[in-house]
């Protein structure tokens, strides 16, 4: 079975930082971009980040671009996002997504189940 | 900040056809780049409903249907049903500077 399954969230202070992490199975992860989109409360869909298969193009939302940072380490089958400077406005469920094929504008096919992270002091 | 921008909400009645807008512009949709459609139920992460404008991934219900011309896109529903009701979002990737993967504001269906 596909599945991606985030983990890492939780409750923190602003300025302070979070690591999230993805662990994929069912499918060949270093075939796949991935990426990051987020949710905040109540709220409509946010595109974080995105890696592609080899960590060779990285991209960011401007609203994180210079505190957040995307990796993955394709030998444990895992995503990453390290967040620093974390604002109240980061507050939102964190979900990871695998895209379906090889173009840039390919679908987002798999997400996981989220997980919430909470920006508060 | 999206860029892509959808109705906030529709509503039909049992069997009746609804369309979902999504407007771009030419650095999204209007550049070519596929469409694609997500399905989020209360509760529950996003799950793909349309790729690649019209496409319906496996087990998918051929009640819905996506169509893309110029700097739109549609989500259209036909024979609703009550497990549609739903929040809806089309995605795209955007050439600006700004952003390279958009999200639009979101649909919320109501079954009435």
């Known amino acids: 079975e596909v599945q991606l399954v985030e983990s890492g969230g939780g409750l923190v202070q602003p300025g302070r930082s979070l690591r999230l992490s993805c662990a994929a199975s069912?499918?060949?992860?270093?075939?796949?971009?991935m990426h990051w989109v987020r949710q905040a409360p109540g709220k409509g869909l946010e595109w974080v980040s995105g890696?592609?298969?080899?960590?060779?193009?990285?991209g960011y939302a401007d609203s994180v671009k210079g505190r957040f940072t995307i990796s993955r380490d394709n030998a444990k089958n895992s995503l990453y996002l390290q967040m620093n400077s974390l604002r109240a406005e980061d507050t939102a469920l964190y979900y990871c997504?695998?895209?379906?094929?090889?173009?840039?504008?390919?679908?987002?096919?798999?997400w996981g189940q989220g997980t919430m992270v909470t920006v508060s002091s | 900040q999206s860029v892509l921008t959808q109705p906030p909400s529709v509503s039909g009645a049992p069997g009746q056809r609804v369309t979902i807008s999504c407007t771009g512009s030419?650095?999204?949709?209007?550049?070519?780049?596929?469409v694609h459609w997500y399905q989020q139920l209360p509760g529950t992460a996003p799950k793909l409903l349309i790729y690649g404008n019209s496409n319906r991934p496996s087990g998918v219900p051929d009640r819905f249907s996506g169509s893309k011309s110029g700097t739109s896109a549609s989500l259209a529903i036909t024979g609703l049903q009550a497990e549609d009701e739903a929040d809806y979002y089309c995605?795209?990737?955007?050439?600006?500077?700004?952003?390279?993967?958009?999200f639009g504001t979101g649909t919320k269906v109501t079954v009435l």
């Open positions: 995605q795209s990737y955007d050439s600006s500077l700004s952003g390279l993967y958009v």
């Open positions: 069912g499918f060949t992860f270093d075939d796949y971009a």
């Open positions: 890696i592609s298969w080899n960590s060779g193009s990285i």
């Open positions: 997504a695998k895209v379906s094929g090889y173009d840039l504008d390919d679908a987002f096919d798999i």
């Open positions: 030419s650095s999204n949709i209007g550049a070519g780049y596929d």
